[in-house]
């Protein structure tokens, strides 16, 4: 099982930016992928941004293209750095691991362990 923290969250205005972290822990070393999902109130979760963890290759959801980028380093940390805020950006936003290799990583059954999720507000 890997354990994953979020931090970074918080309040912002239209059009700021925030980063996101997502520290790992645990038996990390059969990860595949990492990747951010988010829920906005009364929506079901986002697929947002994944990145696999030998290949460094990235993958983005559409609503997120161009505004968001996902990166790690090898201390086993996720970051989400996000520009060009919107108000439809906020929601509770969640990291998670992924095991399975080849995955298309952009769906919620593709991983395996969840963070306990960070508020991102937007206003406008």
């Known amino acids: 099982q890997v354990h994953l923290v979020e931090s970074g969250g918080g309040l912002v205005q239209a059009g700021g930016s925030l980063r996101l972290s997502c520290a790992a822990s645990g038996r990390t070393s059969s990860t595949y992928a990492m990747g951010w999902f988010r829920q906005a109130p009364g929506k079901g979760r986002e697929f947002v941004a994944s990145?696999?963890?030998?290949?460094?290759?990235p993958y983005y959801g559409d609503s997120v293209k161009g505004r968001f980028t996902i990166s790690r380093n090898y201390a086993k940390t996720v970051y989400l750095q996000m520009n060009s805020l919107k108000p439809e950006d906020t929601a509770v936003y969640y990291c998670?691991?992924?095991?399975?290799?080849?995955?298309?990583?952009?769906?919620?059954?593709?991983?395996?362990?969840w963070g306990q999720g960070t508020q991102v507000t937007v206003s406008s």
């Open positions: 990145i696999t963890w030998i290949t460094d290759n």
């Open positions: 998670a691991a992924s095991r399975t290799y080849g995955s298309s990583r952009a769906r919620e059954a593709d991983f395996d362990s």
